[in-house]
């Protein structure tokens, strides 16, 4: 169902927090309310998320488009691979959250990363040695230019690190509606990415820890961000409570390190 809000604040809607006015506010669930929407739209538009990949610098002048399908449902279930399929706008930790819970395994490193599940494919979204695109099956989206849903396979999504076809070939073109996901019913955690919790205070050394579940793999995630919060709220005590999404790509270097170089 179409939902329209005009001269609304984007406040709520970015996680820098920041006061901006959008001229026209759509949500959608699914492909039959995204054609009725563009055989309206004559103005700029863009697509929002979690709102936590922008920083608004003014009013926008357009219409947004946010997705509003926040269903989860199980496709199918071998006893050993179950796929599943998310709207795009479920958020993404929640996604997370509903796998762990239910024992499926595969997406549990990407926990607490802000966004929602239809961002995750653009971004490639990844943490502590996992992406998206292991765990993603297909993308289904909304081809602006012919007016039709297309189904990608992730082979033809072009993932590669923070990058994706939606980010090139098809920006401003797509519109995600879902994710299909193949996850396993077997335990298989990634945790030899994870060798860092924390330095300790006061002290140049670091622990190293092991970790062989995901609920240690979440607790030591959950740890590292009330660590960066209560280390932000010392420095900013006026600046904290946002949460935003990293930009930023990591340098790829060609050197040799051993534990006894850091």
């Keep these: 169902m179409i939902k329209e809000y005009e001269n609304i604040s984007l406040l709520p809607l970015n996680t ?5 006015r959008c001229e026209r506010l759509v949500e959608f669930d699914d492909t039959a309310d995204l054609r009725d929407i563009f055989a309206h739209i004559t103005e ?9 990949n922008v920083l608004l610098t003014g009013d926008y002048h357009g219409t947004l488009l946010k997705a509003a ?3 989860i ?27 762990v819970e239910r024992g499926l395994w595969g997406a549990e490193n990407l926990s607490h990363i802000p966004g929602t599940v239809g961002a995750a494919p653009v971004q490639n979204i990844g943490a502590y040695g996992v992406e998206a695109k292991d765990v993603i099956r297909s993308v ?13 396979a992730a082979q033809h999504c072009a993932f590669g690190y923070r990058d994706s076809v939606f980010k090139r070939e098809l920006r401003d073109r797509a519109v995600i509606t879902s994710v299909d996901f193949a996850l396993s019913r077997t335990p298989s955690p ?4 994870v ?3 924390r330095r300790k205070p006061g002290r140049d050394n670091i622990v190293y820890l ?30 904290t409570g946002y949460q935003i999404a990293c930009r930023h790509t990591t340098p790829l270097l060609n050197i040799d390190l051993t534990i006894s170089d850091l």
Excluded: C
Aim: aromatic share 10%.
């Design 16 to 20: 820098f927090g920041i006061e901006a």
């Design 44 to 52: 700029r538009w863009d697509v929002l998320g979690g709102g936590s």
């Design 69 to 71: 399908g926040k269903n």
């Design 73 to 99: 449902a199980v496709l199918s279930d071998d006893g050993k691979t179950v796929h599943v399929r998310a709207g795009a706008g479920v958020t993404w930790d929640d996604f997370v959250g509903w796998t």
């Design 140 to 152: 289904a989206m909304y081809d602006v230019q012919n007016g039709k849903e297309l189904t990608l």
């Design 190 to 193: 990634r945790l030899d990415y």
């Design 195 to 197: 060798a860092v919790l």
């Design 210 to 239: 092991t970790r062989d579940t995901a609920e240690s793999l979440g607790q030591i995630l959950a740890l590292e961000l009330r660590y960066a919060a209560l280390a932000a709220a010392d420095r900013f005590p006026d600046k």
